[in-house]
Structures are given as structure tokens and as C-alpha cells.
């Protein structure tokens, strides 16, 4: 998918100190025109900048916050495949994200959990086949929408020709910060597919549900696709009742079921994004207390090692 991101100014009149720029050299900055659109430039602790702005902070060595939190270099069975959930699979597309999330925890696996090539795709395939249990493949990253449409077809179509495979589903923040990718071809060819399509989108904080991509979502939805969203509880972004509460709606509103509240994974450069349990489980209580049950997300935590997400 083709993003402009030759908009970085909102980023550079942000960037002050030394520090910053280092941390901008270790992590460089990506962040799609559409989603600084959706930035208040004048605020400079606007919860969408925060996410993407690179903070001195990031340079600190914290305790507890290391390269590989997940422990994912461990579990890679084939290059860019990752099976640690019994009956999933997930492919680390190498498709660049439109943004570029200062608290990612894939930050430090660039260039090294994915994989690329001609031999890729056959890759990919004697893989399923060599899990016979596995009926759902996660299409992750980076994020696959940010591959060239063609291989996106490609990939798609070679999971859909597996007859275990029941379900496909897409991990991609590209309808929040470049809605524009989602094309009426590739929305044709998710509504053709056998398989059961399920979207995850990644959005953390209610302005990030823009008139765009609710109309995104809505087509999305015509055409079959099971929409649901994960968040990632961070500090200075979505820390407040008020804030869960509207993102709750938002999502609601765009026919979009919210499925996960992360807790941040503890990844060296994030530890200023991080909300301690005992505030985060306060907070998770207090939003179950005030909106209706299946608009409230699950609070979990990613656990080295572990079958499932862990519920906090
Ligand atoms: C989170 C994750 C999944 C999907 O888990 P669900 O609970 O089914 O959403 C699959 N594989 C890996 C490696 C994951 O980290």
C-alpha cells in the first residue's frame, strides 16, 4: 500500500532536546499524513502525537523492559511464522505499518521476525499443511496491509485454497491511520473468500475512530468482514475512565466489537507508556461498571510463554 509520509512536520516542531533525536535515530518515525490529520498540533500533549512522537525517555534503561518481551525470537518455527496459541498460526508479514507506535514491542525484531521474498509464499503454505490442527491463520506484522496489494491477494488467496483453514484474520492498524488503502478491490476480494474474515484493528484512543474510518468500517462489514479492536492501556493516552468510556462508544458506533485491553508489553523504550495492574484493573472495573457489558473490552496481559493472553 502506497503511504505518503512525507508529513513529518508535525513531528520535527515537536522535537526538542537531544535525547528525543536519539531516540528518533533508534526508532525512526513513521506516521501516515492521514493520521497527523488527526493530530492537534497545537496541544503538545495530544494523546495521538504521544503515540508516535519520539520521547527521550525511550533511551532510558528500565529494569524489566528488555528487546524480546514476548520471548517471540523463541517460538519463530519457519522464517516469519510465530505458533505459540494451539489452532493459530501467525504470519509476520514485512508490510511497514502506516504509523509507527513508540510502545511497539515488535520495535527491536525489525528486519528480523519477517520475512520477504519469492519463496515466501511457499513457504507459508507447506507451513499450514505442516500444522493440520491449526484452522485459523493471523495475518500480523508489521502489518500485511502495508504489503503490495498483489502479494496482500496473493497471501490471502493461498490461505483461502487451504481447506483447514476456517478462519483468516488480519491484525492491521491501516483503517485508522490510512483508510484510504482499504480499496474497493481488496474490500471485493475479502467479500469473495471463502474463509471466515475477521479484522482486527488496532485503535487506542477515541479520536482515532475518524469519520473515515467508520466509513471504511461500514464497507468492511457489507462485505462480511468481522470487525473487533485491540487496545494497548498507555499512560498519557487512554488512562482515564472518561477516555475508555468514549472509545467504548466510538467503536460501538462504528460497528466494532472491542475485544482486548492490553497491558503494555514491557519492551525496552516503552516503560513511561506503562499503568501500573492495581490501576489498570481499577480502571477496567470502574468502565465494566458504567457501560454495557459488550462494549467493555477484556483486560490482558501477554505472558512469555504462556498458551493464551493472560486475564489480569
Ligand atoms: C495474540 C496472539 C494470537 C491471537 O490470540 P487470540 O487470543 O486468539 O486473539 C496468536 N498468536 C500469537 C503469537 C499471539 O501473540
Not at 468502565?287 to 477484556?298: E, K, Q
Request: hydrophobic share 40%; proline share 6%; charged share 25%.
Amino acid at each position: 500500500m502506497h503511504v505518503d509520509h512525507g508529513h513529518l512536520d508535525v513531528l520535527a516542531r515537536h522535537c526538542r532536546d537531544q535525547e528525543q533525536r536519539r531516540a528518533a535515530a533508534l526508532w525512526p518515525p513513521r506516521i501516515s499524513r492521514f493520521y497527523a490529520s488527526l493530530i492537534d498540533r497545537d496541544d503538545p500533549d495530544d494523546p495521538l502525537l504521544r503515540q508516535v512522537l519520539p520521547d527521550g525517555r525511550e533511551c532510558h534503561v528500565v529494569p524489566g523492559y528488555d528487546d524480546d518481551p514476548l520471548a517471540e525470537q523463541a517460538c519463530r518455527q519457519d522464517p516469519g511464522l510465530l505458533s505459540k496459541y494451539p489452532g493459530r498460526v501467525l504470519v509476520l508479514c514485512d508490510g511497514p505499518c502506516a504509523v509507527r507506535c513508540r510502545f511497539c514491542f515488535r520495535r527491536h525484531l525489525r528486519g528480523r521476525a519477517v520475512s520477504g521474498g519469492s519463496g515466501w509464499l511457499k513457504s507459508v503454505r507447506q507451513a499450514l499443511i505442516a500444522y493440520p490442527d491449526c484452522h485459523e491463520v493471523v495475518l500480523s506484522g508489521g502489518d500485511p496491509l502495508g504489503m503490495a496489494q498483489d502479494r496482500v491477494r496473493c497471501l490471502l488467496a493461498a490461505c483461502d485454497a487451504l481447506p483447514q483453514i476456517k478462519r483468516i484474520r488480519l491484525h492491521t492498524r491501516y483503517p485508522v491511520a490510512e483508510p484510504s488503502c482499504i480499496s474497493a478491490d481488496l474490500t471485493a476480494s475479502l467479500a469473495a473468500m471463502r474463509a471466515m474474515v475477521v479484522m482486527v484493528l488496532h485503535i487506542n484512543h477515541p479520536r482515532e475512530v475518524s469519520p473515515e474510518l467508520m466509513r471504511v468500517a461500514a464497507r468492511l462489514r457489507q462485505a462480511g468482514v468481522h470487525l473487533y479492536a485491540q487496545s494497548v492501556l498507555l499512560r498519557g493516552v487512554n488512562d482515564q475512565l472518561e477516555t475508555l468510556l468514549r472509545l467504548g462508544e466510538a467503536l460501538a458506533d462504528a460497528g466494532i466489537v472491542a475485544y482486548y485491553l492490553h497491558q503494555l508489553d514491557r519492551v525496552a523504550g516503552a516503560a513511561h507508556f506503562a499503568v501500573d495492574d492495581a490501576r489498570a484493573r481499577r480502571l477496567h472495573a470502574a468502565w465494566r461498571a458504567s457501560a454495557s457489558g459488550y462494549l467493555v473490552p477484556r483486560l490482558v496481559r501477554e505472558v512469555a510463554g504462556r498458551p493464551c493472553k493472560t486475564p489480569l
